[in-house]
């Protein structure tokens, strides 16, 4: 099977920097997307930003200006860089692979890993 472990969240001040690391282990083949979302107390769970092995990478709008994300394709990790952060940016940060490839098999499939806190005091 496939895990997703996010690491990196915790407390930090408005205006500070907080840096999130995804890592995909198990019987990987391959990874198309690797992505970041979050999910805020009441809603909805949203799209941060996503990356593909080819480097194609897609923002949330008031977020690609202080966010920047990054993989490794070797080593099937993912990271999210977040700069100038506000008290609005407190959510739930989930990894998500998609298009990912397995040894055992010639389907595709997505995970979600188990999400970690980010919280901006302000």
């Known amino acids: 099977q496939v895990q997703l472990v996010e690491s990196g969240g915790g407390l930090v001040q408005a205006g500070g920097s907080l840096r999130l690391d995804c890592a995909a282990s198990?019987?990987?083949?391959?990874?198309?997307?690797m992505s970041w979302y979050r999910q805020a107390p009441g809603k909805q769970r949203e799209l941060v930003a996503a990356m593909t092995s080819g480097g194609n990478t897609n923002y949330a709008n008031s977020m690609k200006d202080r966010f920047t994300i990054s993989r490794d394709n070797a080593k099937n990790t993912v990271h999210l860089q977040m700069d100038s952060l506000k008290s609005e940016d407190t959510a739930v940060y989930y990894c998500?692979?998609?298009?990912?490839?397995?040894?055992?098999?010639?389907?595709?499939?997505?995970?979600w890993g188990k999400g970690t806190q980010v919280t901006v005091s302000s």
């Open positions: 998500h692979a998609a298009g990912v490839r397995l040894k055992s098999s010639f389907r595709s499939y997505e995970y």
């Open positions: 198990g019987n990987i083949v391959s990874i198309f997307d």
